[in-house]
């Protein structure tokens, strides 16, 4: 059975095998708000994760039983596109490949290690937010452009009344952008628009990677998007004038 979690308490998973590591992280996120359960490989993580909910998962890709990008796949598949179960990786300075990997499988963001455990609460909470956020009564709307409906009070997009599947991070980074339809935005602005922490290590390709995947979503042809559409050497825009060549 379950265990309850105690109220104002975020439920945590760190798949790590680093022992020193998970405990620190222990020690430091428990008193900051944190129900924290440990898990030193794969098998172990899957379990905890077939037996309890959490809020939020921390995840090292480099894992004794195998790839912690496998992890981040499972997750996603099995959560299926309306999943608001959080997913944070640890990566290795060197690991940008992987990083960029991780993001396309649906991950909300990375920490590079080493890290000041300040930043990755400064994270953590971010994703909470992005994900448990309740919008205001100003932003309970749908906003329309051509057959989209961007649902900001469910947090889902339709495209001819169909969901549309993305994560929590690719939502907030899509209606910042349609909240600022026909403005071309440099990738520092919309990183600036969907976190509130510049880390040494976000990286202007991570947009890219998000932008991809909005693409694919909601696009009918992500070769020659007409939503979002690529300024070359300043970033994007999402246009206001959307679907005007349908049949």
Avoid at 25 to 37: K, S, V
């Amino acid at each position: 059975m379950n265990q309850r979690t105690a109220p104002g308490l975020h439920r945590l998973l760190v798949i790590d095998d680093d022992e020193r590591l998970v405990a620190m992280l222990r020690d430091y996120l428990a008193p900051n708000g944190f129900e924290i359960t440990l898990a030193f490989d794969i098998a172990e993580g899957l379990a905890a994760l077939g037996r309890e909910r959490f809020d939020i998962v921390l995840l090292d890709l480099m894992l004794p039983d195998g790839n912690g990008l496998d992890v981040c796949r499972q997750i996603r598949a099995a959560a299926g596109a309306e999943s608001d179960v959080g997913l944070v990786m640890l990566t290795a300075r060197g690991e940008s490949t992987d990083r960029v990997i991780g993001l396309e499988l649906g991950a909300d963001d990375y920490v590079t290690k080493p890290f000041d455990p300040r930043e990755l609460l400064a994270r953590l909470r971010a994703v909470l937010r992005r994900r448990q956020a309740t919008p205001s009564d100003a932003q309970r709307e749908v906003l329309v452009f051509g057959r989209m409906e961007i649902d900001r009070a469910g947090r889902c997009v339709r495209i001819d009344g169909d969901i549309r599947p993305l994560t929590s991070h690719q939502f907030a980074l899509l209606d910042a952008m349609a909240e600022r339809a026909g403005r071309v935005l440099t990738r520092d602005q919309l990183m600036e628009l969907v976190q509130p922490w510049h880390g040494e290590d976000t990286f202007d390709r991570s947009i890219d990677v998000h932008i991809a995947r909005i693409r694919a979503a909601i696009e009918d042809d992500a070769r020659r998007p007409q939503r979002i559409v690529t300024v070359r050497g300043i970033g994007y825009v999402f246009s206001r004038e959307q679907d005007s060549r349908a049949a």
